[in-house]
């Protein structure tokens, strides 16, 4: 079978993470993704290290782990379209295409020609997605965003790190740019609806894909416990609020995570550490009596768990079927028998020469395969583009290329 996105096009007009993620999920489905490079700088995180090494010189090349971890299998159009020239290719490129994708701050590409009216009065059927901080409307629209800003202003650091009154407490962003990832999740959503919408209709449309939008939606059952009850959830660390014993243990070798979710668990849990009896203590019996008296809890089962080698405890765990799991970090993360298993690496020739290993799409279709190819380099596919897509001559592609067009 054809990866499920064969033959439909994409103009890819971001940089960064949030839009430059939507389109890879796309690209790995099989669209093609023409993605737009400014001449000689490329998207910002060509600047944002650690770099892929230059086999030619032994130099850190401007493939970066950033850029490669969001621009896998796209092709890379270098053009300047603050040029007249450059926005002409742009919009002609634009045309031939199902699907725009574009995070350029609200309103600054209708002057080039390439806002969403402009193209769709042009190809009415054409797919437009925005992907911005706060989207297309409001007070706030025209402001710039980052990820550090939306992880602040639309809730999730308030609820993440440690309570004020702990060492260490305070609001904590994560450390993966969550409201990025989540925005482009989102907008990818939103293109397969509205190419399915287009399916039916013929009709295309415009996607506003705001960052703060997203990041209040992703605040899920939190944001509306605060809804129900107009208190806003407080942060607790590594502990779950709503399920107990859920949280973090000390072992003798190390860290690991025990979350027994209801009165089975708990008392198969209880039964390992060697305190069949603790689920009769009334403090204990049930899931509401556990959260109450949390810390008596929390240190009795430390207690028990301290002096136990990690690896044992978990296995004695797995076999008593109580959820339980090590805090791995990436090395372990990737050694890990269940990742090697579902072959959560890649490996792919890169135009540069050498293999690259990155993380392979988590999306595993039975009848429709996703493709995985390198990221491109800087203008990589720009002529080949201009040739084949635009149907230019090599003397026009010449010019443009004198011209510092392309």
Do not use: W
């Amino acid at each position: 079978m054809n990866p499920i996105l064969e033959g439909i096009k994409v103009l890819d007009l971001t940089r960064v993470i949030a839009g430059p993620m939507c389109t890879q999920i796309l690209a790995d489905m099989g669209a093609t993704v023409y993605k737009i490079e400014k001449p000689g700088e490329g998207d910002d995180t060509r600047r944002m290290g650690p770099f892929l090494q230059d086999p030619a010189t032994g130099q850190p090349s401007n493939d970066s782990a950033l850029y490669l971890a969001y621009n896998r299998g796209k092709q890379s159009i270098t053009v300047d379209i603050a040029s007249e020239e450059g926005a002409q290719i742009v919009r002609d490129l634009a045309l031939r295409c199902d699907v725009v994708v574009e995070n350029y701050k609200v309103g600054s590409l209708a002057k080039y020609g390439l806002d969403a009216d402009s193209l769709r009065r042009l190809k009415p059927e054409l797919i437009y997605c925005s992907v911005t901080g706060f989207g297309q409307t409001g007070p706030s629209a025209p402001k710039p965003a980052y990820d550090f800003i939306l992880q602040g202003m639309a809730g999730p650091m308030s609820t993440c790190g440690l309570p004020d009154d702990q060492p260490g407490g305070g609001p904590m962003r994560t450390a993966i740019p969550m409201t990025d990832m989540v925005t482009g999740l989102y907008a990818t959503i939103g293109i397969l609806g509205a190419l399915m919408h287009r399916q039916k209709t013929g009709e295309g449309q415009a996607i506003d894909a705001a960052m703060l939008d997203a990041t209040v939606a992703f605040n899920g059952h939190l944001a509306v416990g605060y809804l129900m009850s107009g208190k806003a959830p407080q942060r607790v660390g590594n502990t779950n609020p709503i399920a107990s014993p859920s949280e973090v243990f000390e072992c003798a070798e190390g860290r690991l995570i025990i979350a027994a979710g209801n009165n089975t668990q708990f008392g198969q849990l209880c039964t390992v550490l060697g305190a069949p009896d603790m689920p009769a203590d009334p403090r204990f019996a049930t899931n509401m009596q556990r959260i109450a008296h949390r810390s008596e809890l929390q240190g009795a089962l430390q207690a028990l768990v301290r002096t136990q080698p990690r690896a044992q405890l978990l296995e004695k765990l797995s076999n008593a079927n109580v959820p339980a799991g090590p805090i791995n970090d990436m090395a372990q993360v990737f050694a890990d028998p269940q990742t090697q298993h579902r072959q959560m690496v890649v490996e792919l020739p890169h135009s540069s020469g050498q293999t690259v290993r990155l993380v392979r799409s988590p999306l595993n279709f039975s009848a429709s395969p996703v493709t995985h190819q390198a990221p491109p380099q800087l203008g990589e596919h720009s002529l080949q583009a201009l040739r084949e897509e635009l149907g230019l001559s090599d003397a026009q592609v010449a010019g443009l290329v004198a011209r510092g067009v392309v």
